[in-house]
């Protein structure tokens, strides 16, 4: 019997949402660790048992947590996160030194094959590695190392690694996307990095043209095609074709490139889905209404999703970890919202429902697909 | 036998229901209840104070017999009462909101 179990984490705890193969009716458990910001939860592909989660708050800090039984129960792990040797400096916002300084974990990548090796990106900057299930952390330095990091600067959520994205053909090969630094890719299992953002173009910094200072928001790859990857910019929506040495607009019609999410159909490479928000001044939808918009013909031609969704009087938005998919067929698309709508389509976006509203604030979505 | 209050969120995640009492190694400063403290429950280590550093984290605070300890230095002994156990050492989490 095949099902789905929705991970969500919000700003005041966390929330397991299940349900059937046919994506219809939905048990919604939680809170879990009530009036925790929980930035991330995330299932080993390994394990599905094996879930992660961080797990903060401004007041005590970083914590983080996991579970060995879906989600039923779970046990602090290691939260000492500390950079390797001397840490150095960053750009602050205007533009002076700033000390690199922990701050939290955004995103938990757990392996494609060993459910005790787990990546974590934190802010400020970097990433870190526990091969034993979270028992400890180290970080892996390689990235930090790279050239351009004293120049990196935060964007306004912070200094945050919120993606990693690992090659299921090629352990050695991993990306990651920094804002606002931009995108990197290690191929040699994190000793060495390289930016690769060439062919983004962003007006707000000095040089449009930069190595590194792209607001990159998140990256998508569909996991037949590693060298693809499409990538949801601060504005413009874009994709590359050769593991990010050249990336091209594929912006196309939507009605505005900015955004923060972008996910890929499970089942067809070429499909993908945006939700276009009106502007980084205003974190919410063009006229007022959701839409979610999928381009099968891997981008630049983009159809509105709209079936089951508000069209009038939505002013939420959509945060850069908060859209997945489903391994079912047909393919599965979920999505939160800050408004705290998760919303489902069990038809690869035809149509949506809400299958749970008033939740705090959603900061993150990841789905497993059981069998 | 020191007693030490810790706020909500500190006790879910330390399991535990009410105050806690914890043995002292030493001189009974506010540095050495924190050992004990993350000693007896170590998933606390890192959400009062600093890894590292040991600094106190900037939305957390000391209070014990009326007193505001958070500002002095972590080497400083509490007062007599809290050391006979007559008076908890609190750990509180800043107000906020609006």
């Not at chain 1, 592909?45 to 797990?55: F, G, K, L, T, V």
């Not at chain 2, 229901?17 to 540095?31: F, K, M, W, Y």
Request: negative net charge.
């Amino acid at each position: 019997m095949s099902g789905v179990r929705v991970l969500v984490g919000t700003r005041k705890g966390a929330f397991v949402i299940t349900s059937d193969g046919t994506r219809k009716r939905w048990d919604v458990g939680g809170p879990h660790f009530g009036g925790w910001e929980m930035y991330h939860i995330k299932g080993s592909p390994a394990d599905p048992n094996r879930i992660y989660a961080s797990q903060s708050t401004s007041w005590f800090g970083q914590t983080m947590q996991r579970s060995d039984d879906g989600g039923k129960s779970w046990q602090p792990v290691a939260n000492k996160f500390v950079y390797d040797g001397v840490p150095g400096t960053h750009q602050w916002y205007d533009g002076t030194p700033h000390p690199w300084e922990f701050k939290r974990v955004w995103h938990l990548e757990p392996s494609l094959t060993d459910p005790d090796l787990v990546y974590a990106g934190v802010e400020d900057a970097a990433i870190f590695r526990s091969t034993d299930a979270g028992m400890s952390w180290a970080e892996m330095p390689g990235l930090r190392g790279h050239g351009s990091g004293p120049r990196w600067q935060p964007g306004a959520g912070g200094l945050c690694l919120h993606t990693i994205l690992l090659d299921p053909n090629n352990p050695q090969r991993m990306f990651i996307a920094i804002s606002a630094a931009g995108a990197f890719r290690t191929d040699d299992g994190g000793e060495t990095w390289q930016a690769i953002n060439q062919g983004l173009r962003s007006q707000y910094i000095p040089d449009p043209n930069a190595e590194v200072g792209h607001c990159v928001h998140r990256i998508a790859m569909h996991r037949s095609r590693p060298d693809t990857l499409f990538m949801q910019k601060h504005w413009d929506v874009m994709r590359t074709d050769n593991a990010g040495d050249r990336w091209t607009e594929i912006s196309g019609n939507l009605p505005s490139d900015f955004g923060f999410v972008i996910d890929v159909h499970a089942h067809e490479p070429e499909t993908i889905y945006v939700v276009p928000i009106k502007s980084d001044s205003e974190h919410y939808p063009v006229d007022g209404a959701l839409r979610v918009y999928r381009s099968r013909t891997g981008g630049n031609e983009w159809e509105p999703l709209t079936n089951g969704l508000p069209q009038q009087n939505c002013y939420v938005n959509v945060l850069r970890d908060s859209m997945s998919v489903d391994r079912l067929d047909p393919c599965g698309v979920y999505f939160g919202t800050t408004g705290g709508q998760v919303y489902a389509s069990n038809d690869g976006g035809d149509s949506w429902s809400a299958i749970v509203r008033d939740l705090p604030p959603v900061l993150s979505v990841e789905v497993q697909t059981l069998s | 036998m020191i007693r030490v209050v810790l706020p909500p969120h500190l006790k879910v995640l330390a399991h535990v229901q009410n105050e806690v009492v914890l043995d002292v190694d030493g001189p009974p400063t506010i540095a050495s209840i924190l050992d004990a403290v993350e000693g007896q429950y170590p998933m606390l280590a890192g959400t009062i104070r600093d890894h590292v550093t040991h600094k106190r984290r900037p939305f957390v605070r000391f209070f014990a017999c009326e007193e505001d300890l958070s500002h002095v230095s972590a080497d400083t002994i509490v007062p007599a009462a809290v050391v006979a156990g007559k008076e908890p050492f609190l750990i509180i989490g800043a107000l906020a909101g609006g």
